[in-house]
């Protein structure tokens, strides 16, 4: 079974400008959790879809936003780039939470670095 | 919300020892505890995981320890070896966040030859 995938994996990018990163699930995964990692503030989280809907959010700005297509695949967008937002964005697909065999599993990461 | 703290933030042992690693976390809700590693350049990969139901778990040379009244789990690695050098994650989620997990903040793991 393929893993997580996520594309691109490296990007850079200027300040003021926007990105888009895409995420693959495993075969069968039907939620999908993005994260910013940083040395500064570790992993965190950043939205969760299920089934095309948001169903949970951290405590990022608005200029963080996500959605999930009808085949599971998901694309976070990052507006208004700023240096802050240099970071690891990982994406992580799992199962239904709440089922026996729920387990999540993380893709390689996008390394964004804005100048 | 949910908060989780790791300890220690670095460890270093012999090859062949335990390494010990330790989390608490704040929200009683929570029932999934994952424990992932991280290698430089790699994203987190999932190594083992415990869910309230349950009190400990095996798999060869690591083991996770759940104590729920204390809201504390522990990650043990046995006959540690070069390998398992890494950047070890605890984590804590479900219940009523879905999946969203809440990380520690990581224990730098060095085994030495």
């Known amino acids: 079974k393929a893993g997580v995938t996520q594309t691109p994996r490296y990007l850079i990018k200027t300040r003021g400008q926007q990105v888009t990163l895409s995420c693959s699930p495993i075969s069968g995964h039907r939620s999908v959790s993005w994260y910013q990692q940083t040395p500064g503030q570790g992993l965190q989280f950043l939205f969760e879809y299920f089934s095309e809907t948001q169903r949970n959010k951290g405590n990022f700005p608005g200029r963080f936003s996500g959605r999930q297509f009808s085949n599971s695949r998901s694309e976070m967008n990052v507006s208004t780039l700023e240096l802050g937002d240099s970071a690891l964005y990982l994406c992580a697909s799992s199962t239904l939470p709440g089922q026996g065999d729920y387990e999540q599993y993380f893709g390689p990461g996008t390394r964004l670095t804005v100048t | 919300g949910e908060n989780v703290e790791q300890h220690p933030s670095t460890l270093s042992v012999q090859e062949g020892d335990s390494a010990v690693i330790k989390c608490t976390y704040s929200?009683?809700?929570?029932?999934?505890f994952p424990w992932y590693k991280q290698e430089l350049g790699k994203g987190p990969q999932l190594i083992i995981d415990i869910r309230s139901n349950v009190g400990e778990k095996k798999d060869q040379r690591i083991a996770v320890t759940l104590n729920k009244t204390a809201k504390h789990f522990s990650l043990h690695i046995t006959e540690t070896q070069p390998e398992d050098s890494a950047v070890y994650f605890c984590a804590a989620g479900g219940g009523t966040s879905y999946g969203k997990l809440t990380f520690g903040q990581g224990t730098i793991l060095t085994v030495h030859p």
């Open positions: 929200d009683s809700a929570s029932n999934y």
